[in-house]
T-cell receptor, first 115, second 116 residues
Framework: AQTVTQSQPEMSVQEAETVTLSCTYD???????LFWYKQPPSRQMILVIR??????QNATENRFSVNFQKAAKSFSLKISDSQLGDTAMYFC????????????FGTGTRLKVLA | DTGVSQDPRHKITKRGQNVTFRCDPI?????LYWYRQTLGQGPEFLTY????????KSRLLSDRFSAERPKGSFSTLEIQRTEQGDSAMYLC??????????????FGPGTRLTVL
């Protein structure tokens, strides 16, 4: 069974600084997707960034980028130029490309951006 | 398209009562998922529909839980004889299954259930 581990329950960063959230996963599959979702306080989850396992190039979306290390089964999220609006819970999710495409989530990292 | 919607947003009930939640997915999405999220945890998968067919149920979904998706449109999740341990946020998500998509899921705002 696949598992996803987020080892940082809480983190804080100063506005305009850079922060990296870690995520590791375990799977025996060779093709899958990885996602980072953001869940602001009392608001719904939204997709931040996605990565396909067969693509070696790390995904980037504006201030958000990932460091995908397939052999190490690591998928970290880097947020550059942090903004107050980045304050949220961040969840790492694994999705197999076989079966039902359900997500396996980590326990989340609560990020607080300080003014 | 206004995204995935869920109703109600909050539900308070007494132990032993039945509750039903509704999810309206994005209209062209054929896949629908239910997850449960407890405080301090990530969402956990409950069940999956492809169109109207329920194709997978988690072991978390006890006999007191039932879900439907008539005609492959909206879905309902019913909990019978609620227990305090059922208190959680129930999230619905939908996705478009196809070779041109990343199969990413779009989430609704959730229904927060409190069982007294």
């Amino acid at each position: 069974a696949q598992t996803v581990t987020q080892s940082q329950p809480e983190m804080s960063v100063q506005e305009a600084e850079t922060v990296t959230l870690s995520c590791t996963y375990d799977t025996s599959e060779s093709n899958y997707y990885l996602f980072w979702y953001k869940q602001p306080p009392s608001r719904q989850m939204i997709l931040v960034i996605r990565q396909e396992a067969y693509k070696q190039q790390n995904a980037t979306e504006n201030r958000f980028s990932v460091n995908f290390q397939k052999a190490a089964k690591s998928f970290s999220l880097k947020i550059s130029d942090s903004q107050l609006g980045d304050t949220a819970m961040y969840f790492c999710a694994f999705m197999s490309t076989s079966g039902t495409y359900k997500y396996i989530f980590g326990t989340g990292t609560r990020l607080k951006v300080l003014a | 398209d206004t995204g995935v919607s869920q109703d109600p947003r909050h539900k308070i009930t007494k132990r032993g009562q039945n509750v039903t939640f509704r999810c309206d997915p994005i209209s062209e999405h054929n896949r629908l998922y239910w997850y449960r999220q407890t405080l301090g945890q990530g969402p956990e998968f409950l069940t999956y529909f492809q169109n109207e067919a329920q194709l997978e149920k988690s072991r978390l979904l006890s006999d007191r839980f039932s879900a439907e998706r008539p005609k492959g449109s909206f879905s309902t999740l019913e909990i019978q004889r609620t227990e305090q341990g059922d208190s959680a946020m129930y999230l619905c998500a939908s996705s478009f299954g196809g070779t041109r998509s990343y199969n990413e899921q779009f989430f609704g705002p959730g229904t927060r259930l409190t069982v007294l």
